[in-house]
Nanobody, 127 residues
Framework: QVQLVESGGGLVQAGGSLRLSCAAS????????MGWFRQAPGKEREFAAA????????RYAESVKGRFTISRDNAKNTVYLQMNTLKPEDTAIYYC????????????????????WGQGTQVTVSS
C-alpha cells in the first residue's frame, strides 16, 4: 500500500507560480512511476504530467508543456510539479498518482494505469 499526500496548492494571480509536492509513504518510492492529474469543476480528471521511476523520462499534456515541470527526489520520497506562467484555466484540484507498472523508463498518462491516488490540492488562478 502507498499513501500519497499533496501540498502546495493555493490562490495565485495569472502569470504567477506554484510548486506542488507529493509525499509518498509505504512501499519503495523509487520503483513507482508517478503522475499529476487535475480536475476542474464539472470536468473529467485529466492528465497533466508524468515521470518514470528513474526520473529520466517525463511527459506533459500539451496544455501545460513549457510551463510545468515534473521532478522527483527518491531520497525524499517526493515528487514535485513546478507550475509557472499560470493561467485561469489551470484552476483545478491537482492529484498525485503512483503506479508500479512497467519498467524504469516508462511513463503513464491515463487514470486507469495508476493504482494509488492522493486526496488532491486546490489550485486557483485568478485573472
Amino acid at each position: 500500500q502507498v499513501q500519497l499526500v499533496e501540498s502546495g496548492g493555493g490562490l495565485v494571480q495569472a502569470g504567477g507560480s506554484l510548486r506542488l509536492s507529493c509525499a509518498a509513504s509505504g512501499r519503495t518510492f523509487s520503483t513507482y512511476a508517478m503522475g499529476w492529474f487535475r480536475q476542474a469543476p464539472g470536468k473529467e480528471r485529466e492528465f497533466a504530467a508524468a515521470i518514470s521511476w528513474s526520473g529520466g523520462t517525463t511527459r506533459y499534456a500539451e496544455s501545460v508543456k513549457g510551463r510545468f515541470t515534473i521532478s522527483r527526489d527518491n531520497a525524499k520520497n517526493t515528487v514535485y510539479l513546478q507550475m509557472n506562467t499560470l493561467k485561469p484555466e489551470d484552476t483545478a484540484i491537482y492529484y498525485c498518482a503512483a503506479t508500479i507498472k512497467g519498467s524504469g523508463a516508462l511513463v503513464y498518462t491515463t487514470t486507469p494505469e495508476y493504482s494509488y491516488w492522493g486526496q488532491g490540492t486546490q489550485v486557483t488562478v485568478s485573472s
